[in-house]
């Protein structure tokens, strides 16, 4: 079944940690997206990819980085975790086209301590 | 990015009709969504709209759109305890090519 999928789910770490949230699809999807949504419900697009080896950041600024070396993976790494990081982070994939209908994952949700 | 605007929170009876609205900035814009999160969980894509239809209607969803006063909105019919959730309005593709523009979402409460 095609999806989306996120890892892990919940994620409570230290300070200073380094970690990376994992995000597959099985949609054979060209853009992939971040979005952090923080406690008041709004979505901020963090990092957005077109396809394998194009990253670009989004309209909000991250410490986080991005990659994509394939087309169904687009990791998101925090070298060094804060406080100021706890949020939920979610992934989205759209197929090329007029229409970009997003299919998101579950989200997972990062509290560091 | 320019904002996509949302009333932050409705709360209704069940059995009634919710209407969530939404007005959007980019007339460039092709399709207009509605996306739904339910605790916990990543966005549901509920249904959309092409920029050159005024109504569409889905079971007990109709989105009607507003083009001359960029206004969009969600109706459902029959609102159940379980349509309790998020509504998040979107516009796209943008005149910059990439994502959607979100609005801030509504918070739908459905009290028995």
């Known amino acids: 079944e095609a999806d989306i999928y996120q890892t892990p789910r919940y994620l409570v770490i230290g300070t200073g940690k380094k970690i990376t949230l994992e995000c597959s699809q099985t949609?054979?999807?060209?853009?992939m997206y971040w979005y952090q949504q923080d406690p008041g419900m709004e979505l901020h697009l963090i990092h957005y990819?077109?396809?394998?080896?194009?990253?670009e950041k989004g309209d909000l600024s991250s410490e986080s980085t991005v990659s994509r070396i394939r087309t169904e993976h687009f990791p998101l790494t925090l070298e060094s975790a804060r406080p100021s990081h706890t949020s939920q982070y979610l992934c989205?994939?759209?197929?090329?086209?007029?229409?970009?209908?997003?299919?998101f994952g579950s989200g997972t949700q990062l509290s560091v301590l | 990015g320019e904002d996509v605007e949302q009333s932050l929170f409705l709360s209704v009876r069940e059995g009634d009709s919710s209407v969530i609205n939404c007005t959007y900035t980019?007339?460039?814009?092709?399709?207009l969504y509605w996306y739904k999160q339910e605790p916990g969980a990543g966005l549901q894509l509920l249904t959309y709209?092409?920029?050159?239809?005024d109504m569409k209607q889905d079971q007990r969803l109709t989105v009607l759109l507003n083009k001359k006063d960029k206004h969009l909105s969600l109706r459902i019919a029959d609102t159940q305890t379980g349509d309790s959730a998020i509504y998040f309005c979107?516009?796209?593709?943008?005149?910059?090519?990439?994502?959607?523009?979100f609005g801030k979402g509504t918070s739908l409460l459905v009290t028995p």
């Open positions: 989205a994939s759209s197929s090329t086209g007029l229409n970009e209908k997003l299919f």
């Open positions: 949609m054979g999807h060209d853009k």
């Open positions: 990819s077109y396809g394998v080896n194009s990253t």
């Open positions: 980019d007339s460039s814009s092709t399709y």
């Open positions: 709209i092409f920029s050159n239809m």
């Open positions: 979107a516009e796209g593709p943008l005149r910059s090519g990439y994502a959607l523009n």
